[in-house]
């Protein structure tokens, strides 16, 4: 059974340019939520997912969007990227929008932006 | 807005000891979830233990224990029989009924052998 699973592990891109990060769910999870982790900080929830729709946002700038695909895979997309936009990005699956459900993350995609 | 807040950056114990982290939250709700979270170098967040507030009775997972005083809004993380497996990034995390997750600062463990 196949855990949360992510892509790419690494990345690199310029000030400016946009990125597409790409997320996986386990087996049998049909919400996706997506967090950055600055070096050194905890995670910051981004959005969530649940039937193709955006659910909830945090403090995030409309830069960052996202999609959720039919068969609940997700995508973050960066637009316009910043120096602060370096961080790790982890995606997190769960079963259903109930916070009592446990959510379970992906290994992350690190981003430096130069 | 609920905030957590870890207090130790960092915290070391002798392997076979027990250790604490602490952690603090604020919050107006009634009903919510408490978690604590290890990040090994791995990079991978996993899930230690969770804590229902409506549930009076401690979480208890083996070697993980949890002392959550609801009126105090503290919840802190026990580690008894330390292993050097346990070395991490441990991150505490608060999460209302529908809400999102909100996570501490983390506390850096180091385990020595």
């Known amino acids: 059974d196949a855990g949360v699973t992510q892509s790419p592990t690494h990345l690199i891109k310029t000030r400016g340019q946009q990125v597409t990060l790409r997320c996986s769910p386990k087996?049998?999870?049909?919400?996706v939520s997506w967090y950055q982790q600055a070096l050194g900080q905890g995670p910051q929830f981004i959005f969530q997912?649940?039937?193709?729709?955006?659910?909830q946002r945090g403090n995030f700038p409309d830069r960052f969007s996202g999609h959720q695909f039919p068969n609940y895979s997700s995508e973050l997309n960066v637009n316009a990227l910043l120096l602060g936009d370096s961080a790790l990005y982890l995606c997190a699956s769960s079963l259903g929008l109930a916070g009592a459900n446990e959510q379970f993350f992906g290994p992350g995609t690190r981003l430096t932006v130069l | 807005a609920q905030t957590v807040t870890q207090s130790q950056p960092e915290m070391s114990v002798q392997e076979a000891e027990t250790v604490t982290l602490s952690c603090t939250y604020d919050t107006s709700e009634s009903d919510y979830y408490l978690f604590w979270y290890k990040q090994p170098p791995s990079r991978q967040m996993i899930l230690v233990i969770r804590?229902?507030?409506?549930?009076?009775q401690n979480a208890t997972e083996n070697r993980f224990s949890v002392n959550f005083q609801k009126a105090a809004k503290s919840f802190s993380l026990k580690i008894s029989d330390s292993q050097l497996g346990d070395a991490a990034m441990y991150f505490c995390a608060y999460r209302s009924p529908w809400g999102d997750m909100r996570f501490g600062a983390g506390t850096r463990l180091t385990v020595k052998p």
């Open positions: 087996s049998g999870h049909d919400t």
């Open positions: 804590q229902e507030a409506y549930k009076q």
């Open positions: 997912y649940y039937e193709e729709e955006e659910r």
